[in-house]
């Protein structure tokens, strides 16, 4: 399958899907959830790492879960097996001026 180009820019991430030739805008955080999301953490390990990293008072496992399921339906990450999505062949790319 065809990687994803992530590009960042002013806001957040561009994020080009060459094989349907779609374009996604993801904030920061929505990114991280992406390069977590790599088949080997847990939605709730990465709700947990969510939580360190920004200092929250709980660990945000409902908006990870919607988020996954967002990027699952957008063909962003694949189910490694029931409830557990995978990113795709991601490649990482210069910012075009």
Known sequence: ?????????????????????????????????????????????????????YGLPEAPEHDVNETLLKMADEGLIRRASPGRPRPRNATRTQRRP
Not at 26 to 38: D, G, P, Q, R
Request: proline share 6%.
């Open 1 to 53: 399958m065809d990687g994803l180009d992530i590009n960042p820019v002013e806001d957040g991430f561009m994020i080009y899907r060459p094989d349907t030739d779609r374009v996604h805008y993801l904030n920061h955080t929505a990114v991280l959830i992406l390069e977590l999301s790599n088949g080997r953490n847990t939605p709730a390990r990465i709700a947990t790492l969510l939580k360190n990293a």
